[in-house]
């Protein structure tokens, strides 16, 4: 599996950003996607989870972000977004993109995105 991230950018505090997260791959590992979700790493801290979705559409929210951020999955299978509101300087950091999906139909694997940094100005 294959993920684009792409929407991140500089913001000033109180602004918004989309992110957008695209997988390919086979068809047998885009249908066996169980969850995708947003992991961020700021400068000298560990990478954290942000938001994920399942295949079912249930989320998960890292406390920090629960009411401004919102993760949505697109139309199609392969797509995530993560709408973010009321952005705060610390919430400057990389944003990674990341998809569990089934490599057989006993073992799954988790795929990282490259990363698309979001800077928020105070």
């Known amino acids: 599996v294959q993920l684009q991230a792409s929407g991140g950018g500089l913001v000033q505090a109180g602004g918004s950003l989309r992110l957008s997260c695209a997988a390919s791959?086979?068809?047998?590992?885009?249908?066996?996607?169980?969850?995708m979700g947003w992991y961020r790493q700021a400068p000298g801290k560990q990478r954290e989870l942000v938001a994920t979705?399942?295949?079912?559409?249930?989320?998960n929210y890292a406390d920090s972000v629960k009411g401004r951020f919102t993760i949505s999955r697109g139309n199609a299978k392969n797509t995530a977004y993560l709408q973010m509101d009321g952005l705060k300087p610390e919430d400057t950091a990389v944003y990674y993109c990341?998809?569990?999906?089934?490599?057989?139909?006993?073992?799954?694997?988790?795929?990282w995105g490259q990363g698309t940094e979001v800077t928020v100005s105070s």
């Open positions: 990341k998809v569990n999906s089934g490599v057989t139909y006993t073992l799954t694997k988790d795929y």
């Open positions: 791959g086979s068809i047998f590992s885009i249908n066996s996607i169980n969850y």
């Open positions: 979705i399942t295949s079912g559409g249930a989320t």
